[in-house]
């Protein structure tokens, strides 16, 4: 008998975690940050406290109640007493590994709190950009993916109250094992990579875990398959697993509109081929009933940028490296020059280890490196190095400011505090190229945006306006975004194509949506609930 249970990911569009048993093998597949229920209680001034570990995430019922997965120095004093009454407390040996099915933080943020030793299954993309984003971000102690540091339970000097703090050194790292890569195939290059900025300041210290990514996946106690997406970010995949119930497939996020789709369409027939016992199906955009393609946005972006003299800023999401390369395209057609943000250009150039067609910032025209004001005496290693290697693509505010129409800055509204030193001339343009807002606190942050563009005399193309009817996207403006996820009927032709026995929907606030278009037909449908089992 093969258990699924649905510890996130249900009724909601991220935060998925599945616990999959097989006798005494478990795999989770994917161990996301459930951003919903995380703001339910939190915001940016009131947040878990790293001093208190697992004691937060477990009480407000953002990680599952399960002991024995979860590493041990961030145990508060008498954790799990607290908890060993509760319905859903359970207690296991551990699990096999975690199959990750892309480096969005709601799928794989939460990697955080598990035990140092349990392997992560992933392509080679994700684990290299999950460490770019690590490196080149401000990782909470929640969202450390690829490696922490250990803390220890002691009183801060002069005070009572005992908390769990970092130690200095030595910092773990994870074991990624790679899914896509044949055994010896990872470069000196990206070997390199793997480790740097990872070592702690001072002498290394001999008992400093670091590990490389193993190549290949036949060290899991399943049998595994990964099998490249197409997604808004890239390295993305669906894994199937065998198990004594047959092969599940999980699908991860997934389209089949974008540059990529000709991955999404092979998953399709290989997991079809396999004839699977079930299909655990993202349903993020069920109701939507067609899509925008990214040829489409190619084409709405270029009109919009050749419409302008001034300033250009393109506001688009952070790692969707195919919108990046759209706007690349597009200034490249218009004569000018896409100068991105430092994180953007390290995550390009950490790709291009791995992918050598991704373009190559030393000698792509088109591209340029913003550097941003910071107030740090010691600038991370990987930006001090990044700099460095880069240092004739460099731009800072006053060259953009003395050659206003030469630039497309690839900025987002939490960029926008560069403008003062910019000082964009009236009649720039802001072009959106990214979702609506989803939330009360986007709202609160479409409003913001709304006032910088207004106070410095911007023009807007594609940015959505408050309206009676909620925020929507001026007339004339439409298509200048593409999704990440299927629409609809894409996700019914992946169900049926693949043709599961079994179909589980996750990652959706629609799920139903499947029951009413497949049910009654050769597949059954199951709608997992939030904490709940499904047996296989
Ligand atoms: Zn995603």
Redesign the pocket.
Known sequence: MVRLTFYGGVNEIGGNKILLEDGDRRLLLDFGFPYKRHKLFYEEYLKPRPGAGLLDPLAMGLLPLVEGIYRDDVEAADLWPRFREAPQYRKLDGVDGVLLS?A?L??SGHISFLRHDIPVYSTGVTAFVAKAIQDSGRADFDQQVCYFSPRERRCPTGLRQEALISRRAPKQQRRFCIGDIGPGTLGAAAAEFWEQGFWSKGPKQEEEIKSQPVAGVDGCAFGLRCLPVD???PG?CAWCIETGAGWLVYSG?LRLHGKRAGLSRKFMEEAAGLRPRALILEGTNVQREANVSELEVYRHGLKAVRSADGLVVADFAARDVDRLLTFLQIARETGRRLAVLPRDAYLLKTMRLLEPDTPDIAREEGLAIYQDTTASKNPSLWLRNLCQEYDSKLVLARDVDSAQGEFILAFSFFDLNELPSIRPRPGSLYVYSSSEPHDEEQEIDFRRLHNWLEHFGFRSFGLPVESADGWQVPEGEAGLHAS?HACGPDLLELAREIGPELLIPVHSEHPEYYLDSLGGRRTEVLLPTAGGTIEV
């Open positions: 892309h969005h709601d799928h997604h808004s970010i993305a996020d990440g």
